[in-house]
C-alpha cells in the first residue's frame, strides 16, 4: 500500500515552522502560509511576505525546507506569491495570544490606543514608528514606564 | 499585452525605488537619533522591496534572460529610468524629508491608481506597496509639519530644501509614447492627472508649513531617456561594486 500524505497533514506539521523575528507564532498563525497543494509527488508551499523588502523570507523558505526534510519530503517547491497583499487581519487569534503573552503588543485598528502588555494601560505613547523591524513600532507606557514593542496594523487605508 | 512598452515602464518603477533606497539607506549610522536611524532605514528596506518587486515584473517581460540582480546591479547609469531628483545626494535631514515627502505623495497617488491596473502582476505588486507607502507618507508629512513649525533655523532649512528641490518633481510625472500608450491600454493611469492630485496635496501642504515655492528654476528632465546628473554614476559605483568586483556574488 502507498501511503499518501495529504496537505492538511503538511499544514500541521508547518505549525512547527515559526517566524524568525517572533519565534513564538507559526508562519500559519501570521498568515504567511496560506496553502499547501500535493499533487503525486510534489508538494508545493505557498507563502506570501509580509512587507515587500522581509529579510526573513530567505530564512522562512530555509525553514520550511528543513521541516520538510525532517518528514522524508524533499525538493519542496516553495512558491513566493505576490497576491494577496498581506494584512494583520490574517493574524489568526491564537497568534496575537502568543504575541502579547511575548510582548509584544499585537495590532490594533487604526487610531485606537495601544495596550501595554505588561500592566494593560491604555495610557501609552508612540516612540517612533519604526521598532526594531519594520512591522513594529516602539511604545512606551506611561503609567508603568515598560517601553515595548507593537505590531503595527498593517492594512490599506480605504 | 504589449511587452516592448511594459519593460521600460517597470524599469522606470523599479529603478526610482532602487536609488530612493540606496540614497536612504546611506543614512545608516548617522540618523540624527537612533530611533530616527532605524526608521529612515526601515523605510529604506521597504522601498528596496518595492524595487525588487517592480524588477521581478521587468524579468518576468524581459526578452533575455535576465535576472533581478543583473537590472539593479550590472546596468550603468544610461541604463537607468529614474527621475533625476532620486539621485540626489541625500543632503541634509532637512533635504532627505523634503525630498521623501515629495516621492512619498507620488508613489501613494500612482500605486492606489496602479491597483486598478489591468495587468493583473502590476496590480498586486501595487496593493502590497502601497499598504507601506501610507506609512511612509504619514512620517514623512508629520517631519515636514515639524520641522517647518519648529525653529526659525529648521524652517530656514526646509525652505531652501524646496527651492532647491521643486523644479526636480516635475519630471517624476513626465511620460513617452510608450508610457502615453500602457495608459490607453488601461496598464499605467493618466500621469497629468496623478500631478495635478500630486500639486493640490502638496501645494496645500506647503502652505500649511508656511513655505514659500520658488518662482524660477531649471527644470530637471532626462531620466527617462536615461541622461542623468553626475550623481548618478557615484551611486552606482557603489552600489554595484560588490557584483562589479564579484560577479554572480550571493548573500
Keep these: ?158 | 499585452m504589449d511587452a516592448q512598452h511594459l519593460y521600460p515602464y517597470f524599469l522606470r518603477l523599479a529603478d526610482t525605488s532602487m536609488t530612493m533606497s540606496q540614497r536612504l539607506s546611506e543614512w545608516c549610522g548617522h540618523g540624527p537619533y537612533l530611533e530616527e536611524d532605524v526608521a529612515l532605514t526601515n523605510v529604506a528596506l521597504d522601498t528596496m522591496g518595492h524595487a525588487n518587486l517592480f524588477y521581478q515584473l521587468a524579468v518576468e517581460v524581459a526578452d533575455d534572460d535576465v535576472t533581478v540582480d543583473d537590472l539593479a546591479f550590472l546596468r550603468d547609469a544610461h541604463d537607468y529610468r529614474n527621475p533625476l531628483l532620486t539621485e540626489l545626494p541625500r543632503g541634509d535631514f532637512a533635504y532627505t524629508m523634503m525630498k521623501q515627502y515629495f516621492v512619498d505623495v507620488y508613489a501613494l497617488l500612482l500605486y492606489r491608481a496602479l491597483t486598478e491596473s489591468c495587468y493583473q502582476p502590476l496590480s498586486d505588486v501595487a496593493k502590497k506597496a502601497l499598504i507601506e507607502v501610507q506609512y511612509h507618507h504619514e512620517r514623512s508629512h508629520e517631519w515636514l509639519k515639524r520641522l517647518c513649525m519648529s525653529t526659525e533655523e529648521a524652517h530656514q532649512k526646509m525652505q531652501k530644501a524646496l527651492d532647491d528641490l521643486w523644479f526636480y518633481t516635475p519630471e517624476l510625472f513626465e511620460t513617452d509614447a510608450g508610457i502615453q500608450a500602457l495608459h490607453e491600454q488601461g496598464t499605467a493611469p493618466d500621469m497629468s492627472v496623478i500631478q495635478s492630485e500630486w500639486s493640490s496635496m502638496v501645494e496645500t501642504h506647503l502652505a500649511q508649513c508656511q513655505l514659500i515655492l520658488p518662482e524660477t528654476g531649471w527644470v530637471a528632465t532626462g531620466g527617462l531617456q536615461g541622461e542623468h546628473s553626475e550623481h548618478l554614476g557615484y551611486m552606482l559605483a557603489e552600489m554595484q561594486f560588490l557584483q562589479r568586483a564579484y560577479p554572480g556574488c550571493e548573500w
Design chain 1, 1 to 158: 500500500m502507498v501511503m499518501t500524505t495529504t496537505a492538511a497533514q503538511i499544514e500541521g506539521w508547518l505549525e512547527a515552522v515559526k517566524d524568525p523575528e517572533i519565534p513564538v507564532i507559526s508562519i500559519k498563525e501570521l498568515g504567511i502560509l496560506q496553502s499547501v497543494d500535493v499533487d503525486g509527488d510534489v508538494v508545493t508551499v505557498n507563502i506570501i511576505p509580509t512587507y515587500s523588502g522581509c529579510p526573513a523570507m530567505y530564512a522562512i523558505k530555509e525553514d520550511i525546507t528543513a521541516a520538510l526534510a525532517a518528514r522524508q519530503i524533499t525538493n519542496p517547491n516553495i512558491k513566493i506569491h505576490n497576491a494577496p497583499a498581506w494584512t494583520t487581519d490574517m493574524i489568526s487569534e491564537s497568534g496575537r495570544e502568543k504575541m502579547h503573552a511575548y510582548g509584544i503588543a499585537p495590532p490594533v485598528a487604526r487610531g485606537h490606543a495601544v495596550a501595554c502588555p505588561l500592566c494593560h494601560s491604555k495610557n501609552t505613547e508612540v516612540i517612533s514608528q519604526f521598532g526594531s523591524t519594520a512591522c513594529k513600532a516602539l511604545y512606551r507606557c506611561l503609567d508603568c514606564a515598560e517601553p515595548f514593542d507593537h505590531f503595527k496594523c498593517h492594512a490599506p487605508i480605504l
